[in-house]
């Protein structure tokens, strides 16, 4: 198999299966929901169109969502942007890919799915190609606040950043398609913030995952606790499961500054590696 | 379960509860925002949304061998984007059922009443289950102008499932937990972070 194909075949399969993390966190929350409830009929409908969607080879989601491709440095010659890019045309010519690239200005489809800047490619120190698939529906419910903010009481300090992921997944309710996660960075300007929001979404909802910061591990827990007392449940139609994880990192900030960054990620939280 | 069968006629749509969990077969049509944008600039429509359906769809869709289409994937799409115009299509159309996820607002709701109309939450991101439920594909309009994501679908469906969250006495299930989160997160808040880390952080 060519490293395209081998592309294709990663793009195919994040696009059609959840990793086993999020499928088990989803199926830990149907346990806890009450048999015949809205929240486990959402729940139970979650994970029939898991297993169909994986058993076909089929997109999860129709929301295919912006990729982000992040490629080891060592990778670099032969993991290239052109070849990423020719990977994802083919992907979107298969349908593992809606149609999801839109010139803002004139309004037109970029129909292969490849323009300036898209797919984004990442070169890091991640070992292997990683990619994740966000939805537009989830990424619109991401935020930044800036502290102190006194309509939240939030200042600046763990608790105000509590504040604030708490009132993100208020705001939030079923329309980032609950039960979600959140990427959180705490700290840096606001284009590391959401850069690294977003990177805490690649790590794993098990316990393998939560931070080795003893402060902020304490947070994650307790926001994820919190959350689910707010009664949201999936999809927005109540229960108590609103929440699958919280991830958070901090990164040094300026003394003007104390940005606090929110990537609501979906349930449909597809992400995927692959050694090529 | 409760069964609509296209056409849906006011009278079973007005004996819908919100609440209610309910099966669609038969004719719908997506439109989102561009075909929102569209109607609000006062365009011609392409099809008759009379005691008809409108799902708040992007699909994914494929040319099969034959030169048809096939459905890959068709969840449903945030609705409050269309929120500043879903109460004037929805008096001018007389559209009786509207599919997406996360609801509507007050107006919406009240244009619901007024004209006989509910909303059918679908699960977001089910995109391949609802894929599985379109029977046939049996046409599309606005297509070039759109482009496959944003297109008007003709989608007959077969046990498209759902539940009611508004319906057309006023009742919006995503009202009432969306003000139940804003007063338990108000009696969370009152709660002091400092302490309450000691004492995880001890456990």
């Known amino acids: 198999m060519s490293l395209t194909e081998k592309i294709v075949e990663l793009i195919r399969e994040t696009s059609s299966s959840l990793p086993d993390d999020v499928l088990r966190a989803l199926r830990g929350a149907l346990r806890r929901e009450r048999a015949g409830s809205s929240a486990s009929v959402v729940l139970g409908t979650i994970l029939d169109n898991c297993a169909l969607a994986a058993k076909r080879g089929v997109p999860l989601c ?174 927005g139609l109540g229960g108590g499961i609103t929440l699958l994880g919280v991830r958070i990192a901090a990164r040094p900030r300026v003394p003007a500054s104390f940005f606090v960054t929110v990537a609501y990620m979906c349930w449909a939280a597809r992400r995927r590696t692959m050694m090529p | 379960m409760k069964r609509l069968t296209f056409p849906f006629d006011e009278r079973t749509v007005r004996g819908l509860r919100a609440g209610d969990a309910v099966s669609i077969s038969g004719r719908i049509y997506t439109g989102r925002d561009r075909f929102h944008k569209w109607f609000a600039d006062g365009k011609p429509l392409p099809v008759c949304y009379r005691d008809g359906a409108l799902y708040h769809c992007g699909p994914v869709v494929v040319r099969d061998e034959e030169g048809g289409w096939r459905v890959m994937a068709a969840g449903p799409t945030t609705s409050v984007r269309e929120n500043p115009y879903e109460p004037d299509f929805i008096a001018a159309t007389g559209v009786r059922v509207i599919i997406g996820k996360g609801g509507m607002d007050a107006r919406t709701l009240a244009a619901m009443r007024e004209h006989g109309c509910v909303y059918v939450q679908a699960v977001g991101g089910a995109g391949a289950l609802y894929a599985a439920s379109v029977a046939s594909v049996a046409g599309v309009s606005l297509l070039d102008e759109f482009g496959a994501a944003e297109a008007v679908w003709h989608f007959d469906v077969s046990d498209f499932r759902g539940v009611v969250a508004m319906d057309s006495h006023g009742r919006s299930l995503f009202e009432d937990v969306a003000a139940a989160s804003e007063r338990r997160l108000a009696s969370t808040c009152r709660k002091c972070y400092t302490d309450d880390t000691r004492s995880s952080a001890g456990r």
Request: proline share 5%.
């Open chain 1, 62 to 235: 129709q929301d295919t969502g912006m990729l982000v491709f992040f490629v080891h440095e060592s990778l670099r010659r032969r993991v290239t942007p052109d070849l990423l890019g020719r990977a994802v045309a083919l992907a979107t010519e298969r349908g593992y890919l809606r149609r999801n690239t839109i010139d803002p200005v004139s309004g037109k489809s970029f129909d292969d799915n490849c323009a300036e800047g898209v797919p984004a490619v990442r070169y890091c120190d991640r070992p292997g190609v990683t990619l994740i698939m966000k939805g537009g529906g989830s990424e619109n419910m991401s935020r930044q606040y800036s502290l102190p903010d006194s309509s939240l009481g939030a200042g600046r300090d763990l608790e105000g950043v509590r504040r604030c992921l708490l009132d993100a997944v208020v705001r939030a309710q079923g329309y980032g398609c609950a039960p979600g996660v959140l990427g959180v960075c705490i700290g840096g300007d606001r284009a590391v913030g959401y850069e690294v929001a977003k990177e805490q979404l690649l790590r794993p909802l098990d316990a393998s995952g939560v931070s080795g910061d003893q402060k902020l591990r304490a947070l994650e827990r307790r926001v994820l606790r919190e959350a689910n007392s707010l009664g949201i449940g999936p999809m």
